[in-house]
């Protein structure tokens, strides 16, 4: 049996398209699956931009997409793919089941190395690479991978707080995309005054989005104020970075959620910065990707907030393409916040 499948040849600009793709009998430990919708996001396009991205042993082509709403047949039950796989090697961290943590660096991830993707109609897929999501969070549980990324960067500030009595009261977040929006709803959910800043102007979508669950939006960093206990930087440019940084509290922690593109020239106070950091205790620590409890985390908080903020969550999926048109899918507009591709929903 074959399906439908949108494949890129890693390496080569523009190469996404519409093809065929085996589907496969599940073997010991698998299910056969059915995509009802995928997330579209940075990573995507900049790997049919050529600019990273890898096949699966012995291919030449790669599936792409890894933010799925998946529905299993045989059961219906709904769930999510885990993006990452653990190294072959089942180094300590991928053996304990923190893959995000691989020491290796050996790991396969769906729709983006070594493993093809969720954006196509079927997949056999390993049942242990499942989070199951109840069906009524089916409107917004294609946000759980995205949400999976923030849980993961909240619950290691955390962590690295408990090394002192930390009440954290106001949070700083740069960047208005998907993640910096979940960033920001996830932290008002834990009781955060938090203030999101962003390039759009106040009125647009993403300014409304976060008005909608009482947070602040401002247009420019200066506006911000200061003495943030925790601030999440989710755009990956590195002014923003070493601007974020300054506005840190005594004890603050600054999360970097964000891989920087381009290069950019910055003028630092290199010894204001590390005596700031020594003598006020700061931290600034990298987050990447997320193990099963971040996910799971995830899926508890989606149904947290759709009944704390009706609507709120639903207005974060901004455009919905059939699979057909899934090239409109990677060139979203400045307004949109998370675009969906509707594959068999």
Known sequence: MSCQAVLVL?????????????????????????????????????????????????????????????????????AVGIVRRPCPELCPNCASGRWDMCTTGDYSEHGIRRLDGFLRERLVIAADGLVPVPDALEPVAVLVEPLSIVEKAIAEAWAIQARLKWAPKRALVTGAGPVGLLAAYALRQ?????????????????????????????????????????????????????????????????????VTSGHHTVSVDANALNADMVLENQVIFGSVNAARAHYE????????????????????????????????????????????VEVGG
């Open 10 to 78: 890693p390496g080569s600009a523009q190469s996404a398209a519409l093809g065929e793709v085996e589907v496969g009998k599940p073997g010991p430990g698998q299910v056969l699956a059915r995509t009802l919708r995928v997330g579209i996001c940075g990573t995507d396009a900049e790997i049919d931009r050529g600019e990273y991205g890898e096949a699966p042993p012995g291919a030449e082509r790669l599936v792409l997409g890894h933010e799925s709403l998946l529905r299993i047949e045989g059961t219906g039950q709904l």
């Open 190 to 258: 834990r009781g955060l005054d938090v203030w999101v800043v962003d390039q759009r102007p106040p009125g647009s979508p993403k300014a409304e989005a976060v008005a909608a669950v009482g947070a602040h939006y401002v247009d420019d960093i200066d506006k911000a104020g200061a003495a943030f206990d925790i601030a999440v930087e989710a755009t990956g440019y590195a002014p923003l970075l070493f601007a974020a940084s300054g506005l840190l509290a005594r004890n603050g922690v600054l999360a970097l959620t964000g």
């Open 297 to 340: 985390q995830a899926v508890a908080d989606l149904g947290d907030w759709v009944k704390r903020w009706p609507g709120a969550t639903e207005r974060l999926i901004t455009a919905r393409h059939p699979l057909a048109d899934f090239r409109a899918a990677l060139g979203k507009s400045p307004d949109d916040i998370k675009t969906v």
